[in-house]
């Protein structure tokens, strides 16, 4: 069973930067692509940025593209979103997640593709 656990979040004013890390146990993930989506208050949960299983591979939401940066270190089972200049519309509860296909060779952006999520971290960006 794989668990996945979210850390970093919190409350920032516009323009500010983040970093949000994503701790699996239970499994070694280097054979999966990871991915973060997030929710905010009455919306559906939206992909915001994936990573391949080698880490040679990140597509990211149009809305994020240039202000985000995926990573991981598959050595230490962490995924990592760095997350600079931000908006008040990047407030949402952030989920990190597992490719539920491994070594898939392609990137998926779709959450029903993803297994395992954890319990998700609180960002808030005050204007």
């Known amino acids: 069973q794989v668990q996945l656990v979210e850390s970093g979040g919190g409350l920032v004013q516009a323009g500010g930067s983040l970093r949000l890390s994503c701790a699996a146990s239970g499994r070694t993930l280097s054979s999966y692509a990871m991915a973060w989506f997030r929710q905010a208050p009455g919306k559906e949960r939206e992909f915001v940025a994936c990573?391949?299983?080698?880490?040679?591979?990140?597509d990211y939401a149009a809305s994020v593209k240039g202000r985000f940066t995926i990573s991981r270190d598959n050595v230490l089972n962490m995924m990592y979103l760095q997350m600079n200049s931000l908006k008040p519309e990047d407030t949402a509860v952030y989920y990190c997640?597992?490719?539920?296909?491994?070594?898939?060779?392609?990137?998926?952006?779709?959450?029903?593709?993803?297994?395992?999520w954890g319990q998700g971290t609180q960002v808030t960006v005050s204007s």
């Open positions: 990573i391949n299983w080698t880490g040679g591979r990140t």
């Open positions: 997640t597992v490719d539920r296909v491994s070594h898939r060779n392609y990137l998926e952006y779709s959450k029903n593709e993803y297994n395992y």
